[in-house]
């Protein structure tokens, strides 16, 4: 049996689990596919306080090392759900997708959040050969060249003016009337000649080509059903983040959007279940609040144990 089980390997498991080893707990990180979670897509990351410049994979690297280094175990596993025992000791059981059943006195979930998908036709296959998620990661693939934008909030905005700097032209997809973005990042993007933005519009697919090739996009209008092609090199789809709580509902409880709740001590309503990161209720997801919420998980985590 381990002291804490640290589901989620992204920065916020990984510096729950240099804090929970530097208290001398044992520690076991459980991680479904790369450990360092979304930040391995990025290439450059600038605002990481006391790196003028890195790569996520690189950040990832030195967390992975110091944790490991400080005694923390890994295994590769996909979690399904929790159990708990009864008092006094309120033992919990994190099941795999494997088989394997692993028990700690206490738990903490740092499974994060992945990119929403649209669900329409072309979308899955399309991944990585014209469709993407991530303007840092992939928009220097595009510079020159015409781009769409899926979405209007202050994400897709951003997103947006980014690609602006680089690419030809800049087409912003909107299924409302109106964007939802801050006003300042509405003020600047509409400033450029190189962005247009089409709203009242939702995505009815993308397009493939015979040679498989990325085609653009078809939207059709609300108003009337009407659809129209936008041809393009490239779309990029920002309509938010899902979190990967499903596993852990019967556990704790999600808001609306699927969220743990809790607030900046991270400490959930089931005694000993503790949560970290993206996967959390929170106003701002960035790696710097993740190992925020990663030390403010396991110091309360420490503290419970005793």
């Given at each position: 049996m381990y002291d804490i089980i640290i589901i989620g390997a992204g920065p916020a498991g990984l510096t729950a689990a240099i804090y929970a080893r530097r208290s001398e707990k044992s520690v076991l990180l459980l991680e479904k596919a790369a450990f360092g979670g979304q930040m391995t897509y990025s290439p450059k990351i600038e605002n990481y306080p006391g790196l003028q410049s890195a790569s996520?994979?690189?950040?990832?690297?030195a967390m992975v090392t110091q944790a490991l280094e400080l005694g923390a175990e890994t295994e590769l596993e996909e979690v399904t759900g929790i159990t708990e025992g009864g008092a006094p000791d309120y033992v919990k059981t994190v099941r795999c997708e494997s088989g394997a059943e692993y028990e700690?006195?206490?738990v903490i979930i740092a499974a994060g959040a992945e990119h929403r998908?649209?669900?329409v036709p072309g979308e899955a296959e399309l991944i990585g050969e014209g469709v993407s998620f991530c303007a840092v990661c992939d928009g220097a693939f595009y510079r020159g060249r015409d781009?769409?934008?899926?979405?209007?909030?202050?994400?897709?905005?951003?997103?947006?003016?980014?690609?602006?700097?680089?690419?030809?032209?800049?087409?912003v997809i909107q299924n409302l009337d109106f964007l939802t973005g801050e006003k300042t990042l509405q003020n600047s993007l509409l400033s450029r000649e190189n962005v247009?933005?089409?709203c009242g519009v939702t995505v009815d697919k993308f397009i493939?080509?015979?040679?498989?090739s990325f085609g653009g996009v078809t939207v059709k209008h609300t108003a009337d059903g009407r659809t129209e092609d936008i041809v393009c090199d490239g779309a990029f789809v920002a309509v938010g983040l899902e979190p990967k709580n499903k596993p852990f509902e019967s556990m704790t409880s999600l808001d609306e959007a699927g969220y743990i709740m809790s607030d900046e001590?991270?400490?959930?309503?089931?005694?000993?279940?503790?949560?970290a990161g993206d996967c959390r209720t929170k106003t701002v997801r960035q790696i710097t609040t993740a190992t925020a919420d990663g030390a403010a998980a396991a110091v309360a985590a420490c503290r419970y144990l005793g």
């Open positions: 996520g994979n690189e950040i990832a690297d700690a006195r206490a998908r649209l669900g781009v769409a934008v899926v979405g209007g909030g202050n994400s897709a905005l951003g997103e947006a003016l980014m690609l602006a700097d680089g690419c030809k032209s800049v087409t247009n933005v089409i493939k080509r015979d040679d498989g001590t991270c400490v959930t309503e089931t005694p000993g279940v503790f949560v």
